[in-house]
Each structure stands twice: as structure tokens, then as C-alpha cells.
């Protein structure tokens, strides 16, 4: 019985010091746990994320939390007003408080430096000048300044700055004035700007839509970290002018190309403007490679995309992502789409895409089918490089293509297209 009872004992022992050990443990690997957070918080304390922009909008600034300021929120008083004391009396100046809902001015600037036209009256100036204007000399005036409302697009107004402090390469887009009425029945625009750091193209930001303007007011602030100063001669800036369309694709304004080479930014704050100029966009659209095949006995299309070539440059880098989207109509009402993948970078791409439609009739009298040819961008929407239609009422080498898949079904027919403007 001796040996049963020591036994015993031992096993009742074994409990207890399971139980202390496991309470060591967890006393040792919640304090691990705790210690690890405190080394990962005071590490992320201590870095600057790469590549990282803040956008400031009317005047406010929001900082990151691990920036150290003492306002996050509005500027300093003092700097407030030191800054206005040291701007030259020929710099632009915003006044927000005089500024309607949509940013514009509420109050007309009258000429300065045109006294005599104040003063003078209607009758005057028409006996003054009865002898001097003939009507040809009118007509010539007038078609003159016609061509030049055309001509013009406006001009933008912004500022560069960088803080050497926080590393930040900082770009205020102020304000438009002048631009063109996209909208011909409401003869006004809804525009906003986007902008893009060129060459890399890893920056893209956009401003928001002012409603119904011809003079909008951004006053919006975008602040990029982790950009070092030596490298900011060797970027630049594009900003592109655009019109919002809720039904459609957006009206392109124009744009601006501002190199950085040659602009010191060391001294401050740089305040600029620039005409906008009509978008570059070069006259051919690129071809594309098709193959098609129609099946009679399953009433089935057979549309392969196989290649596109000399693409031209959707943008200033000459950096384009293709893709191309197939959509298929039946009497003028499309009933199917498709599209390919991207392809990165590249002005020949090579798709090597099939896609089947079911078609709804018999025949291909009424069916057409359509190949946009698209520019990818993550920031804003996809923009048509090029178009392409086929069918029975299509031109030239569209045309051709569908009469021959039509004669010779279950033959699988490629052609190479010319692709007109989207």
C-alpha cells in the first residue's frame, strides 16, 4: 500500500506545478507582447512615410500625426501677417471672404489705369473717334478679338514652394480665369484641374468640380513628402484643365507644362501663372489587329484582339497603359461588352484576347461591333486613344472585314485597322 500512496501524492503535485508554469508564461509573453508594441510605436515615431502628400483645402492644414506642430488645424497668426507684410504689392492676392459659395469674386474689379474712359461720357467718345473708325476697320477689330476668345483658354494661377524642414515639395493651385464655356446651352464650365509629377507619373492628384464658372477658385494646397530637393530640377509639373460632364467623358480645357529646371525655390515661395495651351495630341491614332470569325451553326462571334501598334502619347511622359474594351451592337443598342487586360508602358502591346458573343438573330445584317482603344489611369477616367467599328454600314477597311466574315463563315479572318479619333 506504501507505493500507492507516494504515487498519489505525485500525481496531485503535478497540477500545481503545471499551473505555475503556465502562469509564468503568460506573464512572460504578455510584457514580450507589450514590449514589441512599444518598440514598433516609437519607431514609426521617428520616420517620415515615403512618398506621401497632404492636401490642404481653402486654407487648412492637416498634418500628419507624427509631424510635430502646434496648430493642425488653420496657420499662425503671426505668420499670417508677417507674410502679408513681406508680399510685394504686384503678387496675386486671394481674398476668401470676398468670394461667393463657387470661389468667384462677388464684387466686378473695375480697369485701374483708364481714367479718361470713366470720366468721359458715351457721346464723347463716339464724336472723338466718328472720323478716326471706318466700318471695314470694325469689322476687322471684331473678327480680330473673336479669334482671340477662340484662341485663348485662360490662364492658371499657382505657387511652388518646398519646406526643407519636413522635406515636403508643397504646389497651391489658386485659382482660372478665363476659360472657355464647355457647355453650349448653359454657356459656362464645371472645370477642375489635375496634376500629375512627370516623369515617374507616381503623384497624381486632383482638385474638386466648381459648379457653373468660368473663373473658378481652387485655393487648394497639395503638400508631397519623401521628394529630395536635388531632385526637383529634374521633375515637372503638368497640370491639365478639364471640364466635368456627368453624362459623358470629361471636356479637356487644355493644359500646362511647367519644367522645374531653372526654378529656385531656395528663397521661398514662388508665385506663377501660365497661359493654358490647346492639348497636345498627335494626328494618328495607331492600328490595331483583329480576328474574326462567325460560327452560322451555333449563331455565334468569334472576336479575337490580337495587336495594337504606334499608339501615340496619351500624355507629356509618352507613357501609355493600353487596353482595349469590344462592346457589341445589335440595331444600335449595345447587348454585350468585353475588354483585355493592360498592358503596362508601352505603345505596341500585345493582347492575344478571345472573345465569344451569343448573337440574339440570324445573320449579321444588324449586328456591328466596336473597339476602343483606352489609356488606363488610376486618378481619373480612362481616356480613348482611338475607336474602330465594324459592320455592314462601316467605312473603308471596316467595311471590307465584315463583308468577308460574312461570306466565309467558320473561317477565322485578321485584318490590321487604322483607328480614328475616340
Known amino acids: 500500500m506504501a507505493p500507492i500512496a507516494d504515487s498519489r501524492q505525485q500525481f496531485d503535485e503535478i497540477p500545481t506545478v503545471v499551473g505555475i508554469f503556465s502562469a509564468f508564461g503568460l506573464v512572460f509573453s504578455v510584457s514580450l507582447f507589450a514590449w514589441i508594441c512599444c518598440q514598433r510605436k516609437s519607431s514609426k515615431s521617428n520616420k517620415t512615410p515615403p512618398y506621401k502628400f497632404v492636401h490642404v483645402l481653402k486654407g487648412v492644414d492637416i498634418y500628419p500625426e507624427n509631424l510635430n506642430s502646434k496648430k493642425k488645424f488653420g496657420a499662425d497668426d503671426k505668420s499670417e501677417a508677417k507674410n502679408k507684410s513681406a508680399m510685394p504689392k504686384n503678387s496675386l492676392h486671394l481674398d476668401l471672404e470676398k468670394r461667393d459659395l463657387n470661389g468667384n469674386f462677388k464684387i466686378a474689379t473695375k480697369m485701374q489705369g483708364f481714367p479718361d474712359l470713366e470720366n468721359s461720357s458715351p457721346k464723347h467718345f463716339a464724336e472723338r473717334n466718328k472720323d478716326s473708325v ?10 480680330l478679338s473673336s479669334e482671340d476668345k477662340q484662341d485663348k483658354l485662360g490662364t492658371l494661377f499657382f505657387s511652388l514652394e518646398y519646406n526643407f524642414e ?14 472657355p464655356a464647355m457647355d453650349e446651352q448653359s454657356m459656362t464650365s464645371d472645370p477642375y484641374i489635375k496634376m500629375t509629377i512627370l516623369p515617374e507619373k507616381k503623384h497624381k492628384v486632383k482638385t474638386r468640380v466648381l459648379r457653373k464658372t468660368l473663373d473658378p477658385a481652387f485655393d487648394e494646397t497639395f503638400t508631397f513628402y519623401g521628394i529630395p530637393y536635388s531632385q526637383i530640377q529634374d521633375l515637372t509639373l503638368h ?3 478639364l471640364s466635368f460632364d456627368r453624362f459623358s467623358r470629361d471636356d479637356v480645357i487644355g493644359e500646362v507644362l511647367i519644367p522645374l529646371a531653372g526654378i529656385e525655390l531656395s528663397e521661398g515661395r514662388r508665385l506663377m501663372d501660365r497661359e493654358i495651351i490647346k492639348r497636345n495630341k498627335s494626328s494618328g491614332r495607331g492600328e490595331l489587329l483583329v480576328s474574326l470569325c462567325y460560327q452560322s451553326t451555333t449563331n455565334t462571334l468569334t472576336v479575337v484582339v490580337l495587336k495594337a501598334r504606334h499608339l501615340p502619347k496619351s500624355d507629356v511622359s509618352g507613357l501609355s497603359d493600353p487596353y482595349v474594351k469590344v462592346n457589341l451592337y445589335h440595331a444600335k443598342k449595345r447587348i454585350s461588352k468585353k475588354k483585355t487586360h493592360v498592358k503596362k508602358c508601352t505603345p505596341n502591346a500585345v493582347f492575344n484576347e478571345l472573345f ?8 449579321l445584317d444588324d449586328i456591328s461591333i466596336e473597339f476602343l482603344v483606352l ?4 486618378g481619373s477616367r480612362n481616356e480613348v486613344i482611338g475607336r474602330l467599328t465594324l459592320g455592314s454600314s462601316a467605312e473603308e477597311t471596316g467595311g471590307e472585314h465584315w463583308k468577308e466574315i460574312c461570306e466565309y463563315p467558320r473561317r477565322q479572318i485578321a485584318k490590321w485597322h487604322m483607328l480614328c479619333d475616340g
Not at 471706318?134 to 473678327?143: A, G, M, V, W
Not at 519636413?166 to 476659360?179: D, H, M, P, Q
Not at 465569344?356 to 445573320?363: K, R, S
Not at 489609356?375 to 488610376?378: E, F, G, P, Q
Open 356 to 363: 465569344v458573343f451569343d448573337i440574339p438573330c440570324e445573320g
Open 375 to 378: 489609356d488606363s489611369d488610376r
Open 239 to 241: 497640370f491639365m484643365v
Open 166 to 179: 519636413k522635406k515636403a515639395f508643397v504646389v497651391n493651385i489658386k485659382e482660372a480665369r478665363g476659360l
Open 134 to 143: 471706318s466700318p471695314d476697320s470694325l469689322k476687322s477689330i471684331t473678327s
